[in-house]
């Protein structure tokens, strides 16, 4: 339809990986969640980076009952994904449970 806008389909993420698990402030290598279909998801943070560029997904945490939004931030030249300011401290993202 000409003119017309697609908009991304909201998915929430409940849960991630870390490369180092361990260590709260290494860079996250999945995030995933169960979609409405009740089937579980895992996607690699460059393909999440990849389909809110393309405007496929946005992607959202629930933080006490409120939704905060995913977002791409860089830092020294390497984008990764971080949740929007919200007044929370830490990060939302990071401090999801570990992805099965």
Same mark, same amino acid.
Request: proline share 2%.
């Given at each position: 339809?000409?003119?017309?806008?697609?908009?991304?389909?909201?998915?929430?993420?409940?849960?991630? *990986? &870390? !490369?180092?698990?361990?260590?709260?402030? $290494?860079r996250i290598q999945?995030?995933?969640?169960?979609? @409405? *279909?009740?089937?579980?998801?895992?996607?690699?943070?460059? $393909? @999440?980076?990849?389909?809110? &560029? @393309?405007?496929?997904?946005?992607?959202?945490?629930?933080?006490?009952? !409120?939704?905060?939004?995913?977002?791409?931030?860089?830092?020294?030249? !390497?984008?990764?994904? &971080?949740?929007?300011?919200?007044?929370y401290a830490p990060?939302?993202?990071?401090?999801?449970?570990?992805?099965?």
């Amino acid at each position: 339809m000409a003119g017309s806008v697609t908009m991304a389909d909201s998915v929430q993420i409940s849960c991630i *990986n &870390k !490369r180092q698990h361990y260590n709260a402030h $290494e860079r996250i290598q999945n995030v995933g969640g169960v979609g @409405a *279909n009740g089937v579980r998801w895992k996607y690699s943070e460059a $393909e @999440a980076i990849r389909d809110i &560029k @393309a405007g496929t997904y946005s992607f959202y945490v629930n933080v006490n009952n !409120r939704v905060v939004w995913v977002v791409i931030a860089t830092h020294n030249g !390497r984008e990764y994904l &971080k949740t929007e300011a919200d007044g929370y401290a830490p990060n939302n993202l990071l401090n999801l449970g570990e992805c099965p």
